[in-house]
T-cell receptor, first 112, second 111 residues
Framework: DTAVSQTPKYLVTQMGNDKSIKCEQNLGHDTMYWYKQDSKKFLKIMFSYNNKELIINETVPNRFSPKSPDKAHLNLHINSLELGDSAVYFC???????????FGEGSRLTVL | GEDVEQSLFLSVREGDSSVINCTYTDSSSTYLYWYKQEPGAGLQLLTY?????DMKQDQRLTVLLNKKDKHLSLRIADTQTGDSAIYFCAESSGGYQKVTFGTGTKLQVIP
């Protein structure tokens, strides 16, 4: 039973398109995140939600819009895709005070 | 802002010990972590240390923290080929505060 699952795992699309990545966690955690990992493996936080409320919003273009319909789901919608959006996007969740993150397997987005 | 630095690459022979180093800048860090990422997978927490500790041991893993120098290390004893992966150091102030990751160290284990 996968704890944090993301779909799709791979996404190839043309520049200018709009796409979404979905994330679900069955751990009962209150907090969910989106991270972006670039081609050099550098991992940077994009957004964080706690109980459906946005609590971290890093400097991310407003073409990226997260949505949390409930605390088990956090989706990421990207408008007008650009070449530089090509990356692996990781969803994660956490609970409690230690900040331990549980990651999904990632969604590899390739923009042509 | 916070900054977490690691060397990019480490190569060791199977059976030797590996030591991966990390430096961070945020003096308010409460928790420091080591994550492992295998190819094509997400990150997995290996261990973490609370900032008031200076050492933590968990089977083959030993974490050392020098809070004065803001230096964290991960020692893997008897390194195996299955330990080949990218290792990320990370820090946070706990709770749902932002976890900041280092640049990652690719560990290559030579049989």
């Amino acid at each position: 039973d996968t704890a944090v699952s993301q779909t799709p795992k791979y996404l190839v699309t043309q520049m200018g398109n709009d796409k979404s990545i979905k994330c679900e966690q069955n751990l009962g955690h209150d907090t969910m995140y989106w991270y972006k990992q670039d081609s050099k493996k550098f991992l940077k936080i994009m957004f964080s939600y706690n109980n459906k409320e946005l609590i971290i919003n890093e400097t991310v273009p407003n073409r990226f819009s997260p949505k949390s319909p409930d605390k088990a789901h956090l989706n990421l919608h990207i408008n007008s895709l650009e070449l530089g959006d090509s990356a692996v996007y990781f969803c994660a969740s956490s609970q409690g005070t230690t900040g331990e993150l549980f990651f999904g397997e990632g969604s590899r987005l390739t923009v042509l | 802002g916070e900054d977490v630095e690691q060397s990019l690459f480490l190569s060791v022979r199977e059976g030797d010990s590996s030591v991966i180093n990390c430096t961070y800048t945020d003096s308010s860090s409460t928790y420091l972590y080591w994550y492992k990422q295998e190819p094509g997978a997400g990150l997995q927490l290996l261990t973490y240390i609370f900032s008031n500790m200076d050492m933590k041991q968990d089977q083959r893993l030993t974490v050392l923290l020098n809070k004065k120098d803001k230096h964290l290390s991960l020692r893997i004893a008897d390194t195996q080929t299955g330990d080949s992966a990218i290792y990320f150091c990370a820090e946070s102030s706990g709770g749902y505060q932002k976890v900041t990751f280092g640049t990652g160290t690719k560990l290559q284990v030579i049989p």
